[in-house]
């Protein structure tokens, strides 16, 4: 997969395509490629087999957009609504299994406008919602099912 993406760049940023670029990429990318694994302590075989992940990883990026200019529509209604802000921390555990869900979640939250992860430790996490009502279901919402998803979804 890693490979597939390098390459893809290198074709992309040369602009134009002639038999010695995509020969040089071939080369430059092959070995940019191997020194990430090594890097990385995974196997060619590994890289492979997380293309499977990829059209989960796509269809989040795309709620996540999505989520991000719903929210931020609605944070700047709040702005311009006079009236006390009613924010509010959440605490909640999101039963994630892995540190990269933790981390895609809690950054996720971060992402979209009105939320702030403030703390997640030993997979507790400690939201602060500009609006009550944002911090009312966060342990069982779409955002986590779907990071859920994309947890299973992992090598």
């Not at 890693?2 to 038999?19: G, I």
């Not at 990829?54 to 529509?73: C, G, M, Q, T, W």
């Not at 950054?107 to 406008?113: C, G, H, M, Y």
């Not at 997979?123 to 944002?134: D, K, N, P, W, Y």
């Amino acid at each position: 997969m890693l490979f597939l993406l390098l390459y893809l760049l290198w074709v992309f940023f040369n602009a134009h395509v002639t038999v010695e670029i995509l020969l040089i990429g071939l080369l430059a990318v092959g070995c940019v490629w191997l020194l990430s694994l090594r890097m990385l302590d995974l196997t060619p075989g590994e890289d492979f087999r997380r293309l499977r992940f990829l059209p989960r990883a796509v269809s989040y990026l795309f709620y996540l957009l999505k989520e991000v200019i719903f929210a931020a529509l609605s944070v700047m209604r709040r702005i311009w609504t006079p009236g006390q802000p009613d924010s509010s921390l959440a605490d909640f555990d999101p039963s994630l299994r892995t540190n990269m869900g933790r981390i895609i979640l809690a950054d996720s939250i971060t992402l979209t406008p009105g939320t702030i992860t403030v703390e997640s430790e030993e997979g507790h996490f400690q939201v602060h919602c500009l609006e009550q009502a944002s911090g009312q279901d966060l342990d069982s919402n779409e955002m986590l099912r779907r990071v859920r998803r994309l947890e299973g979804g992992q090598a």
